[in-house]
């Protein structure tokens, strides 16, 4: 599947994920879902618990 491929290129690209093998990367894009936000939209906020992982793949974040 050509967007599998996609991703897999995408994620290789992270520098967190950088050392993983093809198919652990490929276990990675298998659960990886994509999100838009709105610009100036809070992604995250300080001092809730996570449950998530972001990436962007476009565009910039700031952390205040």
């Given at each position: 599947d050509s967007d599998a491929e996609e991703l897999k290129s995408l994620l290789s690209t992270?520098?967190?994920l950088k050392h993983l093998s093809s198919s652990e990367l490929a276990a990675v894009a298998e659960v990886v879902t994509a999100e838009e936000f709105d610009a100036d939209a809070a992604i995250v906020t300080e001092g809730e618990n996570g449950e998530a992982m972001f990436f962007l793949e476009e565009g910039?974040?700031?952390?205040s």
């Amino acid at each position: 599947d050509s967007d599998a491929e996609e991703l897999k290129s995408l994620l290789s690209t992270v520098p967190l994920l950088k050392h993983l093998s093809s198919s652990e990367l490929a276990a990675v894009a298998e659960v990886v879902t994509a999100e838009e936000f709105d610009a100036d939209a809070a992604i995250v906020t300080e001092g809730e618990n996570g449950e998530a992982m972001f990436f962007l793949e476009e565009g910039q974040a700031a952390a205040s």
